[in-house]
């Protein structure tokens, strides 16, 4: 189990190796290293889950399956582009005299502890460990968020710790809830919270209690997420955070909060219905996608409107999994795949735009084209991409989602069909229509607003007093990687990646 | 017949000689606290038969309200103090009322003595009054409440069958969180039914704080030693209710003399702790502004509230 | 798991109650060092109260989680909030949002929902009592009502940890504690969080002059 100790060892060490380094390459070859170890120790896990399906490590602390193994393969790609985006942008803030030189190491440091996190939430067992290694994500990036140490960045920080963990601790007692239904079924109580024993006994589980546990959760980790009504830090911290911190944030936290829901969501599937969860993701995606769409139209700050940008997102891959299915959860795996790419490659855009006009207003950019032409390409093609256009593979995600939506609909809202309750019946025809033309009118204002400000941002001319050449540096390497990647994925998904999605699609569907 | 007459006479001997204890070892403890020595316990003793042989002086302006006040404030508190077991569980006056009786003696007192303020038509007088009104209609809904709470977990509203009940069971209540609840809503509203700190200062005659003293500004000689000694009783009763109601520990249950020497040992004891409490509190607290005085107080209420929530949540 | 003590399960249930207690306490408090006070104090009856579920269960493991309580939230996290109130120009609450009267009701009201959603899960446990459950979200949504009912950064951290004592509460009380490895975890990360939080208050004091949350208004729509 050499690759698994690996995947928390590499990020570990390189964060305590960062605290004693204070030159800046020697730090980032550190974190280049780290990065390649974990990938490494990525591909190894992939192809032993693939080859011999799910296994547990270390005395059943640690459990691999596809599910989880798709979220390392997202954190690891997102977290190597960011790598060598840091080697320039970091560099770059330092010697602009932005972050203090002395200061660049707890800066690795903490990225590392954030990264660590996100691995141990990802492959641990217990729901409580990974409750605890969500909560660390939050702690550790707030500082980073809070990395400039402005009014604005402070502000964002502190609304961000306090509402994420507030957040957060809702679903403290949705774990405890968890654990409290466990005891009836389980022998061992020390195993409890362990997703493998739990899902032995997941249908003599108690319903009354699991679903209050699924309420609490879905709003602690939905907090995570950012969705609507819980998303109010997102588009502050993601304004204030240095770029690569956004792109991890956005490309990968979300994603790994979404597998937290996701891995309690098959639990309480077994034991409840299919209808109680899906029909309160759904809700919640709706809200999520059109409350985003209509910010997006009016946003004037661009990294705004990537962060309601990123709400609508995650609100449609909700979607994708609230309809169910093979296809609706098929398409929301695969949705949270496209999204962190080309997100990451949005805010890598973005902090480029930034470092070269110094202002967030969308109408103080102009001519980004001339002025920096490989930003303007990543921009366009991240904001293609966004909008779910082909040939991106976006839009074959969120065509997938909407073919589920408009063929099964939205699973009855969580009151059932008994006398005198309100049953919301959104999967017969009328319904199956309306939640569809909902879902495609959101999209499609989300995408002329992103596309009119994006394009906005790209033509004209620069204002004055702007250079006007772009030098390749090595920060420029994972936006054509990535934007290499939307385009292959939407015709040909590599075979371990597609065996991958398939295997986690039958993983989340209860039949 | 005969003895549950011994048994009043020896009820009211107990409650008139104890108050003024109590509020002596207040100030002592009060003192002591403040590295000062501070007067004797039995000072409060000998302030009472010092005033009592003071002759009165009365305002021209008064009316019969102002003389007849002191008699019915300290007749209805001594009749108050009747209905709450002290020594012996059993009480023989318990036939003439229950604990909603308690509540509204009490009441006609701090009714008159708002009277009575407003009677001699000075300003203190009329300020305090006010400042009484207040407090006193704020104390009032969560003392019911409190009451209610209590009433409803022992089963029944007659103090000495709750006292009784609860003493047999060595003092174990059935469920302890709606009588925590109301024990704190009932001390929070003791304090203020009885001027204390932080809600009142009985030690001050300054005019922007008092409030109890400034109803009984304009009295002197006899009717002020009966107001006095009203007050402290009022400060007995309380502290028996507390005392008896919550930890009825060591209270005689029958009426065997050996038993009810006991009992006024444990009796003496409980409200010495008791004032001992209050005494330390006066120390540590400021008092409150008047306009604070209602968070306390909401405290209270709420409390009471969550009393009776908790004992019907608990029931169903 | 044994069959309890009739007066075991009491003297959990009242220890609960007055962890409920001294919640209404915070909620009335105005000056920042007194609500410190209370929660340490809150804490230290959370203490007897995992000690009192430790002994009658026989959950060792429980003790730990009572002694890291002692150690952590009785003594560590009451002296850091203390420096840090110290460092502060403003020592109590003078404006909030909702006002003390108002927000004891509304306390009341959610210690009532609290026990109305924990109602239909409270019969089928062998749950050592039939209200620390309930308890317990209450003192969650107590908690959770004191940082959005007031303004300085100190007391909506309180609030925090208030939120996080009635989660500790409902772990001891409805499921004897969870396994140990969470229960460290858990601690770990409250307590980093207030040291994080108080290098927070620090910072906003310095930046904004102020540790009022509602000057925290730069970023918005």
Known sequence: MIEVAALVAAPLFAGGLSLVVHRSALLHAINLTSMAILVTAEIMITSAVLKDGPFTALEQLVYLDALSTFILFIIGAVGLACSFYMRSYMDEQVARGIVAPTRLNMFFFLFHMFLLAMVVATIVNSVGVQWVAIEATTLATTFLIAFWRRRESLEAGWKYLILCSVGISLALFGVVLLYYSSLHALSDVG???????????????????????FIFILVGYGTKVGLVPMHSWLPDAYTEAPAPVVAMLAGVLEVVSVYAILRMRVIVDHAVSFAFTGGLLALFGFASLVTAAFFILI???????????????MGIAMIGFGVGGALGTFGGLFHLLNHAFAKSMAFFAAGNIHRRFHTVEIGQVQGVATAQPWTAMALMISGLALSALPPFSSFASEVQVATALASQGVPEMWFTNTEGMVTIALSDQFGRLAVTAVFLMSAILAFGGLMYRITGMVWGTPPEGILREETWTVGHLPVILLAGALVVFSVFLPPPIRQLLEQATTLLVIQ | MLQAIILVIAQVTVLLTVSPFLVGLIRKV?????????ASVFQPYADLAKLFRKQPVLSTTTSWIFTVTPYIVFASTLTAGLLVPTFISQNPMNFAGNIIALVYLLALGTFFLILAGLDAGSAFGGMGSSREAIVASLTEPAMILSIFAIALTNGSTNLSTIVHKTALLDGVATDPSPQLMALASLFLVALAETGRVPIDNPATHLELTMIHEAMILEYSGRYLALLEWAASLKLAVFLSLIANVFAPWGIATTAAPAAMMIGVLVYLAKTAALATVIGMIECMFAKLRLFRVTDLLGVAFILGLLGLLFFYTLRS | MQVLSYSGSQLVDLCSALLLLTCFAIVAQRRLSACVDLFALQSAFLVVTAALVAYLTGNQHIYIAAVLTGVIKVIIIPRVLKKVIDRLNVKRELVMYVNVPAGLLICGGLVMLAFFISEPIIPLGFLLTRDSLAIALAIVLIGFFTMIARQKAVTQLVGFLVL????????TAATYGMPLIVELGVFFDVLIATLIAGIYTNRLQDAFDSVDTNRLTVLKE
């Open chain 1, 299 to 313: 946003q004037h700050n661009y990294k705004r409107l990537f962060a309601y940008s990123s709400i609508e997102h």
């Open chain 3, 164 to 171: 996080e004592n009635g989660l500790f509460l409902g772990a």
């Open chain 2, 30 to 38: 009060k003192a002591r606290l403040q590295l000062r020595r501070g």
């Open chain 1, 191 to 213: 195993q409890g919270l362990n997703v493998t024993q739990l899902l032995i006994v997941a249908d003599r589980l108690n319903p009354h209690v699991l679903k209050l546990a």
